[in-house]
Nanobody
Framework: VQLQASGGGLVQAGDSLRLSCVAS????????MGWFRQVPGQEREFVAG????????DYLDSVKGRFTISRDIAKKAVYLQMNYLKPEDTAIYYC??????????????????WGQGTQVTVSS
């Protein structure tokens, strides 16, 4: 599967953004999907994940209650709705696909395909 992420931008603290990740190829339906983020000089970290069916989700503690991950099978898309953004949310955000697991993993190496990243910058 190939992934194309979009929706990043420059916003102020407290604002919202919606990231989108559109997949091409037949494996999207069978993939668990995740969103990760990375700040230059730091390791890539798990933000949110969603199971194949959409029934199971997982979130980084610091984004719980503010971010929501969802997927649209028909559109082959996964979304990350980000509300009440904080300056510490500033990073490049990546979507990723895991072909093997039924529920989302928080581990970077378990993901098989990655999008190109979209920059999110939150000013204070």
């Amino acid at each position: 599967v190939q992934l194309q992420a979009s929706g990043g931008g420059l916003v102020q603290a407290g604002d919202s953004l919606r990231l989108s990740c559109v997949a091409s190829g037949p494996t999207f339906t069978g993939s668990t999907m995740g969103w990760f983020r990375q700040v230059p000089g730091q390791e890539r970290e798990f933000v949110a994940g969603i199971s194949r069916s959409g029934a199971v989700t997982d979130y980084l503690d610091s984004v719980k209650g503010r971010f929501t991950i969802s997927r649209d099978i028909a559109k082959k898309a996964v979304y990350l709705q980000m509300n009440y953004l904080k300056p510490e949310d500033t990073a490049i955000y990546y979507c990723a696909a895991d072909y093997d697991r039924l529920t989302p993993s928080r581990s970077v190496p378990t993901y098989d395909a990655w999008g190109q990243g979209t920059q999110v910058t939150v000013s204070s």
